[in-house]
């Protein structure tokens, strides 16, 4: 049975229990989570045809470091970058490199800063010069599906509304989501207690409560939901090498509903789409 914590009193590990953090965690939060969003924003400026993810890993580093705040993924577990660069049918963990971004490609950039302790976490999609329609449409459901997750979120319902509702809008717009990655607690840990399914039912899953911290982030594909994972043990990618895109934001629970911690600044949510 899962087990709800004060987060103040919790130890510094993932134990599977659930932290409730309080107004200064919530503060705490929206520092770090406003320098990720912040970074993202200088980011739609960067990402052009002939610009390599590499040089997109590098200004993440360097921003951090400008603004006092260390890239979670950094050495995280092995990993050597300092952020993720998903490109087309790559689903997520796309590793930095020095091949240059295309016209037409899509671009997921993932970035977490770790500001005081606390980390921030989100990515958005970024259109390299003119794409497709079938792209666009992809970008598109994706991010309305960010949306409705989110305004699934309140206190006394199930985990599983969240999924459930991105589920139906995503199949509904024939579109398929992946099962093999979820959103996931955070905090003052990267990855904690509860994970986050993108589908299922609205009466699956642990109950909300005020204090929650977690990021909701859909993987959609254009076509089938299958995915595998490269032999440098960290991109997955489409089995059917169709498009996949990505949208996460970090929420916290309140009394009524959910505050956005990772909004951008700028009103850059979906760079590159049309308002």
């Known amino acids: 049975m899962t087990t709800y914590l004060d987060a103040e009193t919790a130890p510094l590990r993932n134990t599977g229990q659930i932290r409730l953090y309080n107004e200064e965690a919530f503060a ?7 320098l990720t969003a912040r970074c993202l924003d200088e980011l739609a400026d960067l990402v052009h045809p002939g610009v390599t993810t590499n040089t997109i890993d590098r200004f993440v580093f360097e921003f951090g470091m400008d603004n006092g705040a260390l890239p979670a993924t950094l050495n995280y577990r092995g990993y050597t970058k300092s952020t993720c660069t998903s490109i087309n049918h790559v689903v997520c963990h796309g590793i930095p490199d020095d091949k240059p ?3 037409g490609d ?3 950039i993932d970035v977490t800063y770790i500001v005081d302790g606390w980390h921030g976490d989100a990515s958005r999609m970024y259109p390299v010069g ?3 329609r079938a792209a666009e449409r992809l970008l598109e459901v994706t991010y309305e599906c960010l949306l409705r997750g989110i305004a699934a979120v309140k206190p006394g319902s199930r985990i599983g509304a969240i999924g459930a509702a991105i589920q139906s809008y995503a199949e509904g717009e024939r579109c398929s989501v992946v099962r093999d990655f979820c959103g996931h607690g955070v905090g003052r840990l990267f990855h904690d207690a509860p994970n986050i399914l993108h589908y299922g039912n609205v009466t699956d899953g642990v ?3 005020p204090g929650m911290i977690f990021t909701i ?4 594909n254009l076509g089938r939901p299958h995915v595998k994972v490269l032999s440098d043990g960290w991109t997955a990618v489409t089995r059917d090498r169709s498009l996949s895109a ?3 934001h970090t929420v916290g629970v309140t009394e009524t509903g959910c505050e956005i911690f990772t909004l951008s600044p700028k009103g850059l949510d979906r760079p590159g789409l049309p308002a």
Do not use: F, H, S, T
């Open 130 to 132: 003119g794409i497709k």
């Open 246 to 248: 990505q949208y996460e």
């Open 106 to 108: 899509i671009v997921n």
């Open 28 to 34: 705490g939060m929206r520092k770090a989570c406003n």
């Open 101 to 103: 971004l295309r016209d």
């Open 207 to 209: 109950e909300m409560r």
């Open 217 to 220: 982030e859909p993987m959609i």
